[in-house]
């Protein structure tokens, strides 16, 4: 698939984020027998590999062959539910792209999936709960790192976190999930990416020769511990929405600026261009600039990432409605009253 | 057993296919995939009783 027009999302749902992703089902009932494919913010590839892969379908061959034995336990892999069943419908995206032919200008590509989504659904004041935003989060928010050369086997288990509070070790093969069969990182991520804040999740690993029963708690806010404005869905809503791209002002820079590291401090990488089609410009309206530091929002001083603030403004501001943001520039402490969009 | 593997949603006739896949640069020398046709691999699927792999990029 290289493009998402047309991409049935009652059936297709992975992580749009990334440059490439497996999904292996039985089209006679739409049962998954699994996803492939997975991504952190800080790397590519880093979770994926042919072995890991080959051992994945094999996998998905043996549960097909025990379909349709296996369907039940297979019944949470399946997507959930859809406001708009094929990307091209989604308000946000009708009318602005063009289903691929010979090239591939204009594409409705994957990643369009979610920031459509978000854009719609704010425009139709919609919820956008953290699910939306924070999606197909990574095992090792929670302290655990797998082996990308097998299917879903530990390989570390981070000190004081909850998977080793729930009991994981290395070397475990998780076998289960929330009931599900595991065939890769990337369903682990599909089981955390339906969860609830906070949740409790039953595992079943097999250690040597036994079979060991785990629990893992997630508590509340565990999606947050990761950005989400690596992903390319962001670039839309970063233009659309409030008109900057934004970083955290790094340790070492802070100290001239007299900003302790326990407080917020986002630097303005880049205010859009006015060329960028359907970006607020209230940015460059109201006199923001690049290097200007963002140390307060709406009054409120604590530490926030980029996708700490998007979603704030995302969830708490809906198109039209203001952000305060105080800013030094030049030793000099600055307000700005930004409209968002 | 086997799967049958796809790579692409759409169903762009022909030619067009053929440009768009070399315009992506998907060689696929031995033809071993089902390029840009999600409902011809839909029907393949279910006329073999196999899995089917789609693979998004």
């Known amino acids: 698939v290289v493009q998402a027009w047309g991409i049935d999302l009652t059936r297709f749902q992975f992580d749009n984020g990334q440059s490439w992703a497996a999904f292996i089902l039985n089209v006679v009932d739409g049962t998954v027998y699994g996803r492939y494919g997975s991504r952190s913010e800080f790397d590519a590839s880093k979770h994926n590999s042919l072995e890991g892969f080959k051992k994945a379908l094999r996998e998905a061959l043996r549960l097909h062959s025990e379909y349709p034995g296996c369907k039940s336990a297979l019944k949470g892999k399946?997507?959930?539910?859809?406001?708009w069943r094929f990307p091209q419908f989604i308000p946000e995206n009708k009318g602005k792209y063009r289903q691929l032919t010979t090239d591939r200008r204009g594409c409705l590509c994957c990643h369009c999936v979610q920031s459509g989504d978000i854009l719609s659904r704010r425009n139709l004041r919609m919820p956008i709960d953290d699910s939306r935003l924070w999606v197909f989060p990574m095992p090792d928010l929670?302290?655990?790192?797998?082996?990308?050369?097998?299917?879903?086997t530990v390989r570390t288990v981070a000190p004081g976190s909850e998977a080793e509070e729930a009991g994981f070790q290395k070397g475990d093969r998780l076998i289960t999930m929330a009931g599900q069969p595991i065939i890769s990182i990337a369903d682990v991520q599909w089981i955390l990416?339906?969860?609830?804040?906070?949740?409790r999740v039953r595992a079943t690993v097999r250690r040597g020769d036994a079979t060991v029963d785990l629990e893992l708690e997630l508590p509340k806010g565990w999606r947050r511990r990761s950005g989400f404005a690596w992903r390319r869905a962001t670039w839309p809503l970063r233009q659309k929405i409030l008109g900057l791209v934004l970083e955290v002002l790094p340790s070492k820079e802070r100290k001239p600026l007299g900003l302790e590291d326990v407080v917020l401090a986002l630097r303005i990488k880049n205010v859009t261009p006015p060329n960028v089609k359907g970006s607020n410009q209230d940015a460059n309206a109201i006199g923001l600039r690049k290097g200007d530091v963002i140390i307060g929002v709406d009054g409120k001083r604590k530490p926030m990432n980029e996708s700490d603030l998007l979603a704030y403004v995302i969830q708490n501001?809906?198109?039209?409605?203001?952000?305060?943001?105080s800013v030094l520039r030049g030793g000099k402490r600055l307000r700005f009253v930004l409209t968002v969009k | 057993m086997a799967m049958v593997v796809l790579t692409a949603a759409m169903a762009v006739a022909g030619d067009g296919k053929e440009k768009l896949r070399a315009a992506l640069g998907d060689p696929d020398p031995d033809n071993l995939w089902v390029y840009d046709?999600?409902?011809?691999?839909?029907?393949?699927?279910?006329?073999?009783?196999?899995?089917?792999?789609?693979?998004f990029r």
Request: net charge positive.
């Open chain 1, 78 to 83: 399946k997507s959930l539910k859809v406001n």
């Open chain 1, 142 to 152: 929670l302290g655990l790192g797998f082996d990308r050369t097998e299917m879903a």
């Open chain 1, 193 to 199: 990416h339906t969860l609830r804040d906070p949740a």
């Open chain 1, 317 to 325: 501001r809906p198109p039209g409605r203001k952000v305060v943001f």
């Open chain 2, 37 to 55: 046709d999600l409902y011809r691999g839909i029907a393949l699927a279910k006329k073999t009783g196999k899995p089917l792999l789609v693979v």
